[in-house]
């Protein structure tokens, strides 16, 4: 196809004009395609129409970064903290109790089960309530577990609650990380997950070196683990 030059187009419309008609115009097709949404059925969106907000930015509907992202460091760094110095405090206490070694051994390893089944139902719940929820809901049995150890002194009874708090740690393992990796972008996703692993070891470690604060034969550490 060749493009009239502006002189021909120019002779175009005072020939329409001389004969008291209006020069034509060159319209174009108004193009409607036609979008399939994700759970829904399709819907008709103008090429005119300005795009929804969820094709220009992809955001969390709870964390966003900035702040928000710094708080859930914070909030799991706790975690972490608590999770090593009931580490520490169990380990000491179960010599004082008398358990044994292999009784010890069989006790902790409880907490790996928890563990292991923790994220297969983890999955489930975030589907049906949140991650909000589930967090919130996780961290404090989790915070109530190990409250019980300190009243329930046996080893069937810590061996339960190991359990049950190492599926509470799998699950907030699996929110938090979730959450970390749709909030962060490709270009800092690196960074995030970077600083994520520091705080997760940097906690473990620094709550086993909480236990010489207090007395493993008491109840004082427990209830700062709990906190």
Do not use: K
């Not at 909030?75 to 110095?85: D, K």
């Amino acid at each position: 196809a060749t493009v009239p030059s502006t002189s021909a187009v120019s002779v175009l419309v005072m020939d329409w004009t001389t004969i008291g008609a209006p020069p034509p115009t060159c319209t174009e097709p108004t193009i409607t395609p036609t979008v399939r949404w994700r759970g829904a059925g399709s819907a008709r969106v103008s090429v005119t129409d300005p795009l929804p907000d969820a094709v220009h930015t992809h955001e969390h509907p709870t964390v966003r970064g900035g702040v928000a992202l710094w708080t859930l460091f914070v909030g799991f760094a706790m975690l972490m903290i608590g999770n090593g110095l009931n580490l520490a405090v169990l380990g000491v206490r179960m010599v004082d109790e008398g358990f044994g070694v292999r009784t010890s051994g069989w006790v902790m390893a409880c907490y790996f089960a928890g563990f292991l089944l923790g994220p297969v139902m983890v999955v489930r719940w975030l589907s049906g309530v949140g991650h909000i929820r589930v967090f919130a809901s996780l961290a404090s049995i989790a915070s109530c577990v190990v409250l019980l150890q300190f009243v329930w002194i046996s080893p069937p009874s810590w061996a339960l609650m190991r359990l049950v708090f190492g599926f509470c740690m799998a699950g907030l393992y699996v929110i938090v990380e979730s959450w970390l990796n749709d909030a962060s972008t490709p270009r800092n996703r690196g960074r995030t997950l970077a600083v994520y692993m520091i705080v997760s070891m940097g906690g473990l470690g620094l709550g086993q070196l909480l236990i010489a604060a207090g007395d493993p034969s008491g109840d004082g550490l427990f209830i700062v683990a709990s906190i």
